[in-house]
């Protein structure tokens, strides 16, 4: 298991303890009081392990539950795992000691992602097929009894799908391909979407708080959507991280922690309306970074940075300087 690392100080995170596997590949973690809770990527191990002394790390439990796991979840007593080609195995660490497993469902296809509210499962599917002709899945699962978990309906986005937020009666789904999906889940049984957030290069992680989604999106990287009308989802921050955001996920402090394939960045975001922090500095002058993708088709993505809000006319020209387009942004 890999160190906890200590972000008192977001400028300088510091690692403040470790447990070891045995060189085992973790895919997945969660923290339920002073335990934590890990799987391993290709053995199917299940480790519980007591993180109230965060730098001594004391292993307390062990179950081999086989197979490919990709991610877990705990609530309550219950420990929820997504298994690759296996599904949903549903684990209960009342005694921690002895971890059992009790109930199972089988998903589809690949069982990339979970989240639990209430007494229902929600398992992000990523379907079958190759490339851009997958047919993702979101499955909706009853654990009412845990021992007999019952699948009450699944949504077909028509793309993969590898995670999946639930806020309330809105199921926010991400897909490696398309962007997200916000799907209405006041029916359980008839699962409707009510909105898509297009990503040219597609999404892997979302975190909800309050009306904003948190978007991992992939090669583009960090972006801030308004989810206040789900059905109208309106993009109001956006951070070109360095490399590929595959993970995002947000402290009590409001900052922003993302997965980059190049680092872990610490990230700011204020809302649009709100009071200016005077922690925060303007940037000392303006920069217009590189289009992506470039070269484009229908659309491509500019960032640009201010010393102060205002409104901005964006000219596109051709290499005689004709004018191909004009776009007012505010």
């Given at each position: 298991m890999g160190g906890r690392s200590s972000?008192?100080?977001?400028?300088?995170?510091?690692e403040v303890g470790e447990y070891n596997t045995d060189d085992l590949s973790l895919s997945g973690v969660a923290i339920s009081g002073n335990f934590a809770f890990?799987?391993?990527?290709?053995?199917?191990?299940?480790?519980?392990?007591?993180?109230a002394n965060p730098e001594s790390a004391a292993g307390v439990g062990l179950l081999d539950i086989g197979g490919f796991l990709n991610e877990i979840t705990?609530?309550?007593?219950?420990?929820?795992?997504?298994?690759?080609?296996?599904g949903l195995h549903i684990v209960s660490?009342?005694?921690l000691e002895h971890p059992e497993e009790i109930g199972y469902f089988d998903a589809e296809w690949i069982a990339k992602g979970i989240e639990v509210s209430g007494d229902y499962v929600y398992i992000a599917d990523y379907?079958?097929?190759?490339?851009?002709n997958v047919d993702g899945v979101l499955h909706i699962i009853s654990v009412a009894d845990p021992e007999q978990p019952v699948l009450l309906s699944s949504f077909h986005p028509d793309s993969p799908v590898v995670g999946v937020t639930i806020s309330g009666d809105i199921a926010y789904i991400a897909a490696s391909d398309s962007g997200m999906y916000v799907?209405?889940?006041?029916?359980?049984?008839?699962?409707?979407?009510?909105g898509h957030f297009e990503a040219l290069d597609g999404v892997s992680d979302i975190v909800i708080v309050g009306d904003y989604a948190y978007v991992a999106n992939l090669k583009i990287g960090l972006s801030v959507i308004s989810i206040s009308d789900p059905e109208n989802l309106v993009e109001v921050g956006y951070y070109d991280t360095p490399g590929v955001a595959y993970g995002?996920?947000?402290?009590?402090?409001?900052?922003?922690?993302?997965?980059d394939a190049s680092n872990m960045g610490i990230y700011r975001f204020t809302e649009p309306n709100a009071a200016i922090d005077p922690s925060i500095t303007a940037p000392a002058k303006y920069k217009l970074y590189?289009?992506?993708?470039?070269?484009?088709?229908?659309?491509?993505?500019?960032?640009?940075?201010?010393?102060?809000?205002?409104?901005?006319?964006?000219?596109?020209?051709?290499q005689g300087m004709r004018t191909l387009g004009q776009h007012h942004l505010i």
């Open positions: 972000v008192a100080d977001p400028d300088n995170p510091q890990a799987i391993d990527e290709s053995d199917g191990y299940l480790f519980v392990v007591s993180v705990v609530s309550g007593d219950y420990a929820y795992i997504a298994g690759r080609w296996m660490v009342a005694d379907g079958e097929g190759r490339g851009r799907v209405s889940i006041a029916d359980k049984e008839r699962p409707e979407q009510i995002v996920d947000l402290s009590e402090e409001g900052l922003i922690y993302v997965a590189s289009s992506y993708p470039n070269p484009f088709n229908s659309q491509t993505r500019i960032a640009h940075d201010l010393q102060v809000s205002t409104n901005v006319k964006l000219s596109i020209l051709d």
